[in-house]
């Protein structure tokens, strides 16, 4: 084989032309991502994009847009319980799922209905 897989680089998730702020608020405030500054080029098309540890979550906007119901990012968290709290205490919905043994995950709906999982590993 002549190429290796090295990593993800970024999760892109769509949401409503126009939601900049909601998505800034949800990904920023509520989730304490830091926004980064988008390529100058890339600026006109809407969207924002934040920075997640070594990663990033590129939200774009469509004028058709269908939230991500299945597909989503898994987020390695530390203090998963914290999560939780956060999400609750701003209003969102959170959902457990106990079914891998090795980790703990919550899942929840963005602004935009789009789906986005925490996880904790034991």
């Known amino acids: 084989m002549g190429f290796e897989m090295i990593g993800i680089d ?3 998730l769509a949401a409503p032309k126009g939601s900049e ?3 800034r608020k949800f990904y920023g405030e509520v989730l304490s991502l830091k926004e980064m500054e988008k390529p100058e080029k890339l ?3 809407g969207g924002c994009w934040f920075h997640c540890g070594s990663h990033e979550i590129h939200i774009g906007v469509e004028n058709e847009f269908s939230p991500a119901l299945k597909a989503h990012p ?3 968290v530390k203090n998963i319980e914290e999560v939780r709290r956060t ?3 701003n209003g969102y919905k959170v959902q457990e799922d106990t079914r891998i043994e090795d980790r703990k995950r919550i899942f929840v709906n963005d602004p935009f209905g789009n789906r986005v999982e ?3 590993y034991y």
């Open 10 to 12: 970024h999760v892109q």
């Open 21 to 23: 702020d909601e998505a």
């Open 43 to 45: 600026k006109a098309g």
């Open 74 to 76: 898994g987020i390695v």
């Open 87 to 89: 999400l609750e205490e």
């Open 118 to 120: 925490f996880l904790e």
